[in-house]
């Protein structure tokens, strides 16, 4: 299980290094899009700081899942990035659905996994009381 948990902590950090390296260091053309995705996207960069945000916590989350410190902290903080990444498929982009599907399948691995790291967040009352 922990051999498990290492390759898919891996997997995960190398795929979101390399789409935040890549958005932030503009190293690929961004590819033209229409329709819907083209109005979401457009909403999104609109805001001006979004993107950008968005892409160093991805960065730091990858830093973080490939050396393996602060992996619980980093998941807690990439997993509303990976349910928008899903429903953005799943609404807007439907042939790209699975790879996100199998990130989200991976993070909640990593949930499951770390769920002891959880535990005090999910307790009615502060441990301090």
Same mark, same amino acid.
């Given at each position: 299980?922990?051999?498990?948990?290492?390759i898919?902590?891996? #997997?995960?950090?190398?795929?979101? =290094?390399?789409?935040?390296?890549g958005? &932030?260091?503009?190293?690929?053309?961004t %590819?033209? *899009?229409?329709g819907?995705v083209k109005?979401?996207?457009d909403?999104?960069?609109?805001?001006?700081?979004l993107f950008?945000?968005v892409?160093?916590?991805e960065l #730091?989350s990858a830093?973080?899942f =490939?050396?393996g410190?602060?992996?619980? &902290?980093?998941t807690?903080?990439l997993? %509303?990035i *990976?349910?928008?990444?899903?429903?953005?498929?799943?609404?807007?982009?439907l042939k790209g659905l699975?790879?996100p599907l199998l990130?989200?399948?991976?993070t909640?691995?990593?949930?499951?996994?770390?769920?002891?790291?959880?535990?005090?967040l &999910?307790?009615k009352?502060?441990?301090?009381s």
């Open positions: 299980m922990k051999t498990a948990y290492t898919t902590r891996i #997997l995960i950090g190398m795929m979101f =290094l390399f789409a935040s390296v958005y &932030l260091l503009n190293l690929f053309p %590819p033209e *899009v229409e819907q109005i979401f996207n909403g999104m960069k609109a805001s001006v700081y950008p945000t892409k160093v916590v #730091l830093i973080s =490939l050396s410190f602060y992996v619980p &902290l980093f807690v903080a997993f %509303p *990976v349910v928008n990444i899903v429903l953005f498929h799943a609404f807007l982009d699975v790879v990130i989200l399948a991976g909640l691995f990593m949930v499951y996994f770390n769920f002891d790291s959880y535990k005090c &999910l307790s009352k502060p441990n301090n």
